[in-house]
């Protein structure tokens, strides 16, 4: 069993950064292959970014590839999400997901983008 619960969102104005994180519950995170998901209004849930379980490997969304970087500490149990050059379209509920022995979800944490 593992539980997540993410944190970091706000207000942001476009342009800014905001970095997200998830804290886990559990000595096995290391084995889970961790994922940033996002909601925005109206919109089914998408896949953000991706990293393996010991980190060698990521993989982005076309729309945040080169503006968001996904990173962990098996050491910490976390996972963060850098988030730069923001746009109001990364306005959105996000998620953190872990997958591995059973797939496990957060409750979300808001990213608000506006001016």
């Known amino acids: 069993q593992v539980q997540l619960v993410e944190s970091g969102g706000g207000l942001v104005q476009p342009g800014g950064s905001l970095r997200l994180s998830c804290a886990a519950s559990?000595?096995?995170?290391?084995?889970?292959?961790m994922s940033w998901y996002r909601q925005a209004p109206r919109k089914e849930r998408e896949l953000v970014a991706t990293?393996?379980?010991?980190?060698?490997?990521?993989n982005y969304v076309d729309s945040v590839r080169g503006r968001f970087t996904i990173s962990r500490d098996n050491a910490k149990n976390t996972v963060h999400l850098q988030m730069n050059s923001l746009k109001a379209e990364d306005t959105a509920v996000y998620y953190c997901?872990?997958?591995?022995?059973?797939?496990?979800w957060g409750k979300g944490t808001l990213v608000t983008v506006s001016s």
């Open positions: 559990g000595r096995t995170f290391s084995r889970y292959t």
């Open positions: 990293i393996t379980s010991a980190g060698g490997s990521t």
């Open positions: 997901r872990a997958a591995g022995i059973g797939v496990y």
